[in-house]
């Protein structure tokens, strides 16, 4: 396989070289092309209880074409009929994940758009399967390869937008801690991207005070985009911990509801240092705020 030829093409037409056959052979190389579809531009299958039969061995084929179709035969099962692959859902998953392990771009990129076309189509029923193929997705986000980095990322986006952060936010969790700072970074935004959904009510549930934690644990890392991704969390349970913890006034005083002190809170759930170092981002985006409105 040619990566720099890949690399160079069209974001829509992955170019495969074929493994090159020596000379004296007389053999030409051959050249295959695989077209990424995007999820508005797939046609339904046109017999599903075919496509269904031949699905899983298509997945594990070891020629790299079959495998290619079979997974845009996901994304469109996964489209028009989702509810035909409910029950063979955890196979599909581990077989797209080999996939992604796959050392041919245009088999990793396609296997990254049916992991997108799932989370969208099955939201938490992919939950217990989710475990190796988020840890693919984060890895291939990390990635310097541009275009299989970009694909993955909008997985990831699709994977918080369409999966419960109640139960996506615990299989994030993990990966903060991962030795690899661009995977710490992918996780950290994908963390401060899903907190939001939860809103006040939900942030309670989970635990505003392991949300703070994790954004804490953030504000030090090795990459500008783990630390501004922790900021953005960290506001936003400012927030939420500021509208759950207004006190009526009382009848005595006729001034606005006070508001129990962030700063309090985070003294006394913090480290000292955690603490400070929180408080510190809190008020520098709080007056960038200001600043710019």
């Not at 000379?23 to 051959?30: F, K, L, M, P, R």
């Not at 994304?75 to 796959?102: P, Q, T």
Request: aromatic content about 4%; overall charge negative.
């Amino acid at each position: 396989m040619n990566g720099n030829t890949e690399d160079t093409q069209k974001k829509n037409v992955g170019s495969l070289i074929d493994p090159p056959l020596t000379e004296d052979s007389g053999a030409e190389v051959g050249i295959l092309e695989v077209e990424y579809i995007e999820t508005e531009n797939l046609k339904d299958v046109e017999d599903v209880e075919n496509t269904l039969k031949t699905l899983l061995s298509g997945l594990g084929s070891k020629d790299w074409v079959t495998v290619c179709d079979a997974l845009n035969n996901v994304r469109r099962l996964s489209i028009f009929h989702k509810e035909a692959i409910v029950g063979i859902l955890s196979d599909l998953i581990s077989l797209i994940v080999k996939s992604l392990k796959n050392p041919r771009s245009a088999v990793c990129k396609t296997a990254i758009m049916a992991s997108a076309d799932i989370f969208k189509a099955h939201n938490d029923d992919i939950i217990d399967s989710l475990d190796p193929l988020l840890v693919q997705l984060l890895l291939k986000a990390s990635q310097d390869k541009k275009f299989v980095c970009e694909a993955a990322e909008s997985a990831l986006i699709a994977l918080t937008s369409w999966v419960s952060p109640l139960l996506l936010l615990p299989k994030l969790q993990p990966h903060i801690k991962n030795r690899n700072p661009r995977i710490r970074a992918k996780a950290s935004i994908c963390i401060s991207r899903s907190v939001p959904r939860l809103g006040v009510d939900g942030i309670e549930a989970f635990g505003i005070e392991n949300l703070i934690q994790m954004g804490a644990s953030q504000l030090s890392d090795k990459l500008p985009e783990s630390r501004d991704a922790a900021r953005t969390l960290l506001l936003k349970l400012q927030s939420a911990y500021e509208k759950s913890n207004v006190m009526e006034p009382t009848a005595a005083v006729s001034e606005e509801p006070a508001i129990s002190s962030w700063e309090h809170f985070c003294q006394s759930k913090l480290s000292p240092f955690s603490a400070q170092a929180v408080l510190r981002a809190t008020n520098i985006a709080r007056e960038g705020l200001i600043l710019g409105s």
